[in-house]
C-alpha cells in the first residue's frame, strides 16, 4: 500500500500568515497515463471533507487562490496564503494512482 | 449542484448486517466511479470501497474485503455498502463520494457495539 505522510501533524497561525503542509509518499504517484492523483481535502469542524485541489495542482471550483499546490513524483506541498478563519481545519492529502486509495493523516491547522 | 445522501447508519451488533445507501443527485450518476470513504471517531480518513460505473469491477482494501459489497443502481441513482460480520473497527462515519474526492455526503454513522 502506498504510505502517505503529512507534515506537520498541527500548525498554529496568525491570520493572514501563510503556511506549508508536506505530503510525502512512499511510491511515485504518476498514473500509467502520465497524470499524478494527488488531491488536497480540508475537513472544517463537524464537517464533511471538501476537495480543495485535484491533481496536484488544479483548484475545484470556488477555492480561493490562495491555494497553491506543487510537487510531483513522491513530494507534494500545499501552500495557503493569507490565512483567514474560514481555512482553519483538517488537511488531508489523498492519492487516487494506486488501489487502494490512501489518505495522509491529516495536519491540524489552528489559530495561534 | 451535486447532492449525495446517505442513509442507512445506525447502532448494530458485532458479527450482524448493515447495508448503507446514499442517493445522489445534480449529476449523470450512471457516468461515474463511486465511492465509499469511512472515519472512525477523531480519526482519519479510510478508503472503503470504489464500483465502476457498470458496477463490473469493484475494489476494496484489505480491511473489509470478503466482508464488504458495494453495488448500485444507474435507474435510480443510488449506491449501495452492504457490510456483513461487522467488527468494533468498522464503527465510523461513513461518506458516499464521487471520485476522486470531489464531492462528499453528510455521512451516517456506524456504531458496532454489543
Known amino acids: 500500500d502506498v504510505v502517505m505522510t503529512q507534515t506537520p501533524p498541527s500548525l498554529s497561525v496568525a491570520i493572514g500568515q501563510s503556511v506549508s503542509i508536506s505530503c510525502k509518499s512512499s511510491?511515485?504517484?504518476?498514473?500509467?497515463?502520465?497524470?499524478?492523483?494527488l488531491h488536497w481535502l480540508l475537513q472544517s469542524s463537524g464537517r464533511s471533507p471538501k476537495r480543495l485541489i485535484y491533481?496536484?495542482?488544479n483548484l475545484d471550483s470556488g477555492v480561493p487562490d490562495r491555494f497553491s499546490g506543487t510537487g510531483s513524483q513522491k513530494d507534494f506541498t500545499l501552500k495557503i496564503s493569507r490565512v483567514e478563519a474560514k481555512d482553519l481545519g483538517v488537511y488531508y492529502c489523498?492519492?487516487?494512482?494506486?488501489?487502494?486509495?490512501?489518505f495522509g493523516a491529516g495536519t491540524k491547522l489552528e489559530l495561534k | 449542484e451535486v447532492q449525495l445522501v446517505e442513509s442507512g447508519g445506525g447502532l448494530v451488533q458485532p458479527g450482524r448486517s448493515l447495508k448503507l445507501s446514499c442517493a445522489a443527485s445534480?449529476?449523470?450518476?450512471?457516468?461515474?466511479?463511486m465511492a465509499w470513504v469511512r472515519q472512525a471517531p477523531k480519526k482519519g480518513l479510510e478508503w472503503v470501497a470504489t464500483?465502476?460505473?457498470?458496477?463490473?469491477?469493484?475494489y476494496y482494501p484489505d480491511s473489509v474485503k470478503g466482508r464488504f459489497t458495494i453495488s448500485r443502481d444507474n435507474a435510480k441513482s443510488s449506491l449501495y455498502l452492504q457490510m456483513n460480520s461487522l467488527k468494533s473497527e468498522d464503527t465510523a462515519t461513513y461518506y458516499c463520494?464521487?471520485?476522486?474526492?470531489?464531492?462528499w455526503g453528510q455521512g451516517t454513522l456506524v456504531t458496532v457495539s454489543s
Open positions: 463520494a464521487k471520485p476522486p474526492f470531489a464531492y
Open positions: 445534480g449529476f449523470t450518476f450512471s457516468n461515474y466511479y
Open positions: 464500483i465502476s460505473t457498470s458496477g463490473s469491477r469493484t
Open positions: 511510491q511515485s504517484l504518476v498514473y500509467s497515463d502520465g497524470k499524478t492523483y
Open positions: 491533481q496536484v495542482s
Open positions: 489523498a492519492q487516487t494512482t494506486h488501489f487502494p486509495y490512501t
